[in-house]
């Protein structure tokens, strides 16, 4: 609800999708490309459709597959200025034997999309060592929703700094 949020007032100058994975599936469409929802019950539809295909879905992870489809559509999409990915994660990945090396090579696949992890969860310290794991700049733990607008904008400020070093 924050993204829809942030993003109110923008929809002619910024183009968005959301999509989810669980242990059922790596593209979950929550949000088609460009149809945001236009209001606050849509946004509420939105939210309620998330949170029943958790209750819902088998135990396991597409992290890695939802994560590399995510970028190739982003990709496609040449008409943009910039794109961007956000894996949204409970890092909860050793418990699936994800390696986060795999992670990382996933995130750093395709240099024409910015991508950024935001950890939402920490269970025995996995956020912090994926971050470590993860190049630099390229994630974030956020345990209190409060810190998400502060790692978005981290996130842009890298891509920024980014396309000044080429």
Do not use: W
């Amino acid at each position: 609800v924050m993204l829809f949020e942030a993003f109110a007032g923008f929809e002619t100058r910024y183009r968005f999708s959301m999509v989810g994975h669980s242990g059922d599936t790596a593209s979950a469409s929550l949000v088609e490309l460009g149809s945001p929802p236009p209001d606050e019950k849509a946004r509420l539809r939105v939210a309620q459709r998330m949170i029943a295909h958790t209750q819902f879905c088998a135990s396991g992870d597409h992290t890695l597959e939802a994560t590399r489809e995510a970028i190739a559509a982003a990709a496609r999409h040449t008409d943009a200025d910039e794109r961007f990915v956000f894996l949204f994660s409970d890092a909860n990945l050793e418990r699936y034997g994800i390696n986060p090396s795999a992670l990382a090579h996933e995130l750093t696949a395709e240099p024409t999309v910015h991508t950024h992890a935001i950890f939402l969860s920490s269970l025995g310290g996995e956020a912090e060592r994926l971050k470590l794991a993860l190049p630099s700049g390229s994630s974030s733990i956020c345990l209190d929703s409060s810190e998400v607008p502060i790692a978005f904008k981290n996130a842009f400020a890298a891509a920024v700094l980014r396309e000044d070093v080429k």
